[in-house]
């Protein structure tokens, strides 16, 4: 097992590398760097000078060491626009995004793991059948239309919730939380419930068939012959074995819900970092979209890494060679 | 194999399915349509005026025959633009799922073929593109190569879409190739390209048209989203997640129309595909 772990750890590492090498090609073909640091009427010698100091006259792979050199030390550039370090202005951002994110998957899990369990139990009953037209439904409705649609009836005509922003935050270290106030919470609901509802769908389809084949399983017979009533079986036996393969759809679904928070994070006008990629792409401030893509890539790496060594821790049965 | 019969049998039995089909089937019908049924041509900066603008639909007071579901911001007939912008939507789909699907075929052959370094070469590939979602990259990809298009598009959702075929495309050849035939096409002197293309390629390319059904559905999905986002289609190019874009912030002034009527058929749109889409999946790979 530790193999494997090792074995992964180098893994997340080659693609982390590969990363740094797409985005160093990215900045290369940029246009000149040197251009959009002096001013449109820069001598050629003011340019050769700012080539000089960028480092842009070494050969590529000087160029690319240097490149994983300032990254490694938190150096991603400042952003075009705002004159500030772009890592800054994405890691400020970072709280929202993953207070969306993982508020979304808490109520995918939660409301999907019922209702997918109850359609395991009774398939055959009227609610497992509307409830999976529902998740159909929920599939078929992309996640900005969602978004509009609970914007429309729930702060247009009914006024429960704000349509945007994220309300009063609490600043704890570098750290901004939304949690802690009541109009953080109000701001939180719409969206976390537009970013949930995909993934509920998809949890409530996983949840239901990963239960279904656990609950013909011989032990879950054998329990209920000495005795033991439906609801425990179901609850004590069943779900603890119906929840492994689980985790790696969680995983997964984590990663889901942050790319898709670029969707809800621009319907609902949320200051997370998805906002700030998708502005950072209209207005080509390509250093905050190349940091972007290096600390969700980082995420991406630490998500999968994760899943795949709890996945092995339990789940002993299968052999990693 | 199933018969064709018998097929057509099942699929009439399924109510949904029928459904989703005959929805499929106007949908095609409009979009295919649309040059010579649209009443208005979204494309003609000169056809549409700002005095126009913000019409609702016909029934409603204030709308006129003209405009049968009203026009948006720009004054732009929202039927036709509808009409125009599944055509976007049908050209996006099925162009990613085309390339999409024989890029990973071809992929997909090779590495269960050949095996040993093209395999791992390929395979890792896979796993790295794999472990982001696909969504994700195509916005990335997008973002970073800042040319907007229609085939641009094609372009980078095909790149995010090529994996899983060739995931199952690798799976059935290891199972085909191994079959009898192949050792008697290769006695016979055949070489690499004749046994790869015909005779390991159309016995095992089926289960990609199935998944081909279902991801149209979310081609679709993730065609409007990007355009929804600013970075899809041009803005000259009708869409209809740019229409849901161009239109939502008008719905605080109870101007509904811009933003329903492209909503309620991209929702059908969908819908229709993943219902069809599932029982194709049913009838033809039960277990996939």
Redesign the interface.
């Known amino acids: 097992m530790l193999n494997y772990i090792l074995k992964r750890v180098l893994q997340s590492i080659v693609v982390l590398i590969g990363v740094t090498i797409i985005c160093f090609i990215v900045f290369q073909y940029l246009g000149d760097a040197a251009m959009t640091l002096e001013s449109e009427d820069a001598t050629e010698e003011q340019l050769a000078e700012a080539r000089r100091t960028l480092g842009l006259d070494l050969p590529l792979y000087q160029q690319y060491g240097r490149f994983v050199w300032r990254v490694s030390h938190g150096d991603f550039g400042m952003s075009f626009l705002t004159k500030t370090p772009a890592l800054e202005m994405v890691v400020k951002r970072m709280p929202a995004t993953l207070e969306l994110a993982v508020s979304a998957m808490i109520i995918a899990t939660l409301i999907g793991g019922i209702i997918g369990v109850y359609a395991a139990v009774a398939p055959r009953s009227v609610l497992s059948r509307l409830a999976m037209i529902g998740t159909l439904a929920g599939i078929s409705i992309p996640t900005f239309l969602t978004g509009i649609l609970l914007i429309y009836f729930f702060s247009i005509k009914l006024g429960w919730f704000p349509p945007f922003s994220r309300g009063d935050v609490v600043q704890i270290g570098w750290w901004s939380t939304g949690f802690l106030t009541i109009s953080g919470i109000k701001h939180l609901f719409l969206p976390a419930v537009t970013l949930g509802m995909f993934q509920l769908a998809m949890s409530t389809r996983v949840i239901r068939g990963e239960m279904m084949e656990v609950l013909v399983e011989d032990y879950v017979r054998t329990a209920r012959a000495k005795g033991l009533s439906r609801f425990q079986v179901t609850v004590k036996h069943a779900i603890k074995n119906a929840l492994i393969p689980f985790i790696t759809i969680a995983g997964l679904q984590l990663g889901n819900l942050i790319a898709f928070a670029i969707v809800v994070e621009t319907v609902f006008q949320w200051p997370g970092m998805g906002n700030l990629l998708i502005k950072a792409i209209g207005q080509n401030d390509q250093p905050v979209v190349i940091t972007y893509i290096m600390i969700v890539a980082v995420m991406f790496v630490l998500i999968n890494l994760t899943v795949d060594i709890l996945y092995c821790v339990l789940n002993p049965r299968i052999a990693y060679d | 194999m199933i018969k064709n019969s018998k097929i057509m049998r099942h699929y009439f039995r399924s109510p949904t399915a029928v459904f989703g089909g005959v929805l499929i089937v106007v949908f095609l019908f409009l979009a295919i349509s649309a040059p010579l049924l649209a009443p208005h041509n979204p494309y003609d900066l000169t056809a549409f005026t700002l005095t126009d603008r913000l019409k609702p639909p016909a029934w409603e007071d204030g709308g006129s025959t003209e405009f049968l579901l009203g026009t948006d911001d720009q004054g732009r007939c929202i039927l036709s633009t509808i009409m125009y912008g599944l055509r976007t939507s049908f050209m996006v789909g099925f162009g990613t799922i085309l390339i999409s699907l024989s890029f990973g075929a071809v992929m997909g052959l090779l590495a269960g073929y050949f095996k040993q370094w093209v395999d791992a070469l390929i395979s890792r590939l896979a796993?790295?593109m794999l472990?982001?979602?696909a969504?994700?990259i195509a916005?990335?990809l997008?973002?970073?190569i800042?040319r907007q298009g229609v085939f641009m598009m094609i372009l980078a959702l095909s790149i995010c879409h090529w994996v899983r075929y060739t995931r199952v495309m690798r799976g059935n050849v290891f199972v085909v190739r191994e079959r009898e035939f192949v050792d008697a096409a290769r006695s016979l002197g055949a070489g690499h390209s004749r046994i790869l293309f015909s005779h390991i390629m159309p016995n095992s390319i089926s289960t990609l048209f199935v998944i081909g059904a279902v991801d149209l559905?979310i081609v679709i999905?993730q065609e409007?989203?990007l355009s929804?986002?600013?970075?899809g289609v041009p803005l000259t190019t009708p869409s209809l997640?740019m229409m849901?874009?161009g239109g939502?912030t008008f719905?605080?002034a109870g101007i509904?129309w811009v933003?329903f009527f492209p909503?309620l058929v991209?929702?059908l749109l969908?819908?229709s595909i993943?219902?069809l889409g599932?029982w194709l999946r049913r009838e033809i790979n039960p277990k996939l």
């Open positions: 796993d790295i472990s982001f979602p969504f994700l916005v990335l997008l973002g970073v800042n559905g999905v409007s989203t929804f986002l600013g970075i997640g849901i874009s939502y719905l605080y509904w933003v909503g991209l929702a969908i819908l993943n219902l599932d």
